[in-house]
């Protein structure tokens, strides 16, 4: 068992260190941000409206309608062939949105996370080719050399499952981060009042706790400064329309509740009462913002 588990961890940590595999990177990515360009598409594909990651969600049918189709092959080899086709076919095209979200999450990555996710990729779309030739071949009634396909698919499919759950469970791509909130439920100061720039998000820390204090259109917003998607620090980001973008991978969310505008995140930044006083401005955490102080993965 150790060897089994040292044997595969050596090969993903050759994939990491694949740099080989930063060109194809480098020619995809131009062609994933085009995709992701629209918030919308954005907010769709990284499951915003879902509340958690939507491409996990959506790997569960493909693989389990192909699994099934392998299993219906050999329980009920005749007068299963139907429904053997058509549950590779429902694969198929399941497979479609998949990729779409696969790639969105993708787009979100950087060095190591994003080598896997390109090996993850080539995989899960050797598996999906296989798939589709088995489909043609029991359309045809070829119905060994489809079962042969979709057997040989499973095994590819099964190859980018662990990268996959490599980059989930190891490199944790993907796992929102832990937000930390202020434990107070009084008003506590903030930052000065002549500190605040029109549209610019600054710095404060309430109780040993990072926030970003931002006045916009002459009212003044408080957010969480760690970014509920991968930790990045709201209070560099910038201020666009009414919300604030984190500078890591443009996660966008309202200023005024810390809902999620565009992702790639999922999970709402825990937002703050504001109020002046004096020459102070001073911030409460809400009811709503204590139960994100871990961030749903």
């Known amino acids: 068992m150790n060897d089994t588990r040292e044997r595969l961890s050596a090969i993903v940590r050759q994939i990491e260190d694949a740099d080989f595999l930063d060109a194809p990177a480098?020619?995809?990515?131009?062609?994933?941000?085009?995709?992701?360009?629209?918030?919308?598409?954005?907010?769709?594909?990284?499951?915003?409206?879902?509340?958690?990651?939507?491409?996990?969600?959506?790997?569960?049918?493909?693989?389990?309608s192909w699994l099934s189709a392998t299993v219906v092959d050999f329980v009920a080899w005749h007068s299963g062939e139907r429904a053997s086709r058509r549950l590779v076919a429902t694969g198929i095209a399941a497979a479609i949105p998949t990729i779409a979200t696969g790639l969105s999450d993708w787009d979100d990555t950087s060095g190591k996370d994003r080598r896997i996710g390109i090996a993850h990729l080539a995989a899960n779309s050797t598996g999906l080719t296989l798939q589709m030739a088995s489909w043609v071949a029991r359309i045809r009634r070829h119905h060994v050399r489809g079962a042969l396909l979709s057997a040989a698919a499973l095994a590819a499919v099964g190859a980018g499952g662990?990268?996959?759950?490599?980059?989930?469970?190891?490199?944790?791509?993907?796992?929102?981060?832990?937000?930390?909130?202020?434990?107070?439920?009084?008003?506590?100061?903030?930052?000065?009042?002549?500190?605040?720039?029109?549209?610019?998000?600054i710095s404060a820390s309430v109780s040993g706790t990072p926030i970003a204090v931002v006045r916009n259109r002459g009212q003044i917003y408080a957010l969480a400064a760690v970014c509920s998607h991968a930790g990045g620090p709201l209070d560099r980001g910038d201020v666009r329309d009414d919300t604030l973008v984190c500078p890591w991978h443009g996660s966008a969310f309202c200023l005024a509740d810390g809902s999620v505008e565009r992702g790639p995140a999922t999970t709402p930044q825990p937002a703050y009462e504001t109020r002046t006083r004096g020459d102070l401005v001073e911030v409460r955490v809400t009811v709503e913002a204590r139960p994100l102080v871990r961030a749903v993965v």
């Not at 360009?37 to 389990?64: F, Q």
């Open 26 to 64: 480098s020619a995809l990515a131009p062609v994933v941000e085009k995709m992701t360009r629209d918030d919308a598409v954005k907010r769709a594909l990284s499951g915003t409206w879902l509340g958690h990651r939507l491409h996990p969600l959506l790997t569960d049918v493909v693989i389990g």
């Open 162 to 201: 662990y990268l996959g759950g490599h980059l989930v469970f190891a490199r944790r791509a993907g796992v929102d981060h832990e937000v930390p909130v202020i434990d107070d439920d009084g008003w506590l100061a903030a930052c000065r009042i002549d500190e605040l720039v029109d549209g610019e998000p």
